[in-house]
């Protein structure tokens, strides 16, 4: 080949690598934005006076006397609109049965929505839901609730050739020329008095238990039961793993029977998941019987199986790595083969099977399906270390899933979701960086 032609070649390669790099940093760039702008919203917020009368309630955080204060200011602000429906009730007997009967409806729904959006009305039975018990504890959200208390919804089917279009009807209207219809514009203009939303950084997202459903609170035994389900994989799946590699590769004889071997072996990486869920389900419950129904033990030998081959592969490659000049040295000066194995060339390859390792991690960190069988809740408490032999867990990607698609207020906890998702992405990050230091260290002490 020309001196030209290598160098135009080189070049080319040269531009395809660096466009492939842009465009996965591009990509990255967009499917994490909304990730972490979302997230970010579950732990900076403009928190209204009804969450910190919560968390002070229910989770015993915040300055009694200051939460006190903020509450008397609010009430303070929204006894206007209590007055003018104690008013708007009085004129109601002094109308016609049939004039009251026009009411009935719109009233019964305009309360409810301020039911939503300030809490439970003074004198009125405490609510048995937690959610029922307080007003909108975010700001973001209690703007959308006044717009549900100022609007009603409607769609316009006239034209039947389209579909029928939305549109927002005053509910004012319905109450024109009544006591009422000066609580429309005074909600609109107050609502920062009665609620009196304050920039929050709400950091114990991480460290709080969920409250009826994770419409409160935190993810702390999402956090937890992630971690134990991944560290377990780990710790029964990175043992087996270079045990049966270090047989592949010293100890086997070439032949048909180590061949069909390894075929399985890259086999078992190709199984859907959800194979592995029902597997685990099937053998480790069903028929070992490692715990009586699901546990954190049962689902972290269902992620070890899954793992299981990308370590042995991962590790097969790195002992292989291993210079044959290190063992032959050291079988040259008596070593005998074991202690060769376990103090010569397993450490030279240990930072190629840390490799394997912070790959498999991540999998078994952002698996879903192997879990929904064998270990995962929707809602649990944090588990005690000795507690994962017997008992499920909640974890962050089975949670996702449900909190997305299941959840009967799912639009309600959107920064949840976000909040659980960006929680899952760090701690990736977070195990597998500690995986990457160690490795870096091991190759540092090798080369040192």
């Not at 032949?255 to 072996?265: F, H, P, S, Y």
């Amino acid at each position: 080949m020309r001196l030209g032609s290598r160098r135009l070649f080189d070049r080319s390669f040269t531009g395809l690598s660096v466009l492939s790099i842009v465009l996965i940093t591009l990509s990255l760039a967009v499917l994490l934005a909304p990730i972490v702008t979302g997230g970010l919203g579950a732990f900076v917020f403009r928190a209204t006076v009804e969450h910190r009368r919560l968390m002070l309630e229910q989770f015993g955080h915040g300055d009694q006397a200051a939460v006190a204060a903020d509450v008397a200011l609010a009430t303070a602000a929204r006894q206007h609109v209590y007055d003018l429906l104690a008013q708007f009730e009085q004129e109601l007997k002094t109308l016609s049965f049939a004039q009251r009967r026009k009411y009935t409806g719109p009233l019964r729904e305009l309360r409810d929505r301020l039911h939503t959006l300030l809490g439970p009305f003074p004198g009125t039975r405490q609510p048995v839901l937690l959610r029922e018990q307080y007003g909108q504890p975010r700001w973001d959200r209690a703007q959308v609730k006044l717009h549900d208390v100022l609007y009603i919804e409607q769609y316009d089917y006239s034209d039947h050739t389209q579909m029928g279009q939305q549109a927002y009807i005053p509910r004012a209207d319905d109450f024109k020329n009544t006591a009422l219809e000066a609580l429309f514009p005074y909600l609109e203009a107050n609502l920062t008095q009665m609620l009196r939303p304050r920039w929050t950084v709400y950091w114990r997202f991480l460290c709080d238990e969920s409250a009826d459903a994770h419409i409160f609170g935190g993810i702390l035994p999402e956090v937890l039961g992630t971690l134990y389900l991944t560290v377990g994989a780990i710790l029964c799946a990175v043992p087996m793993g270079i045990v049966s590699a270090i047989y592949l590769v010293e100890y086997a004889r070439a032949g048909w029977l180590v061949g069909l071997l390894r075929t399985c072996i890259s086999t078992l990486a190709g199984v859907p998941s959800i194979v592995f869920g029902l597997f685990g389900l099937a053998f480790f419950i069903n028929t070992v019987h490692v715990s009586a129904s699901k546990s954190v033990l049962a689902g972290s030998l269902t992620l070890a199986l899954l793992i299981l081959p990308v370590v042995i592969r991962a590790s097969e490659e790195a002992l292989r790595a291993v210079p044959q000049t290190y063992k032959e040295a050291a079988l040259s000066l008596g070593s005998s083969r074991w202690r060769t194995i376990v103090r010569v060339i397993l450490p030279a390859a240990l930072p190629g099977i840390l490799t394997g390792v912070v790959i498999s991690m991540g999998r078994a960190a952002g698996e879903t399906a192997p879990i929904i069988f064998t270990a995962a809740v929707s809602v649990g408490r944090p588990l005690q270390v000795w507690q994962t032999v017997s008992q499920p867990t909640p974890a962050l990607p089975w949670n996702i899933y449900n909190l997305c698609t299941e959840h009967e207020a799912m639009d309600e906890i959107r920064h949840v979701q976000y909040g659980m998702v960006l929680t899952l992405v760090l701690l990736v990050l977070v195990l597998n960086g500690a995986a990457i230091i160690m490795r870096a260290r091991i190759s540092r002490k090798l080369t040192g």
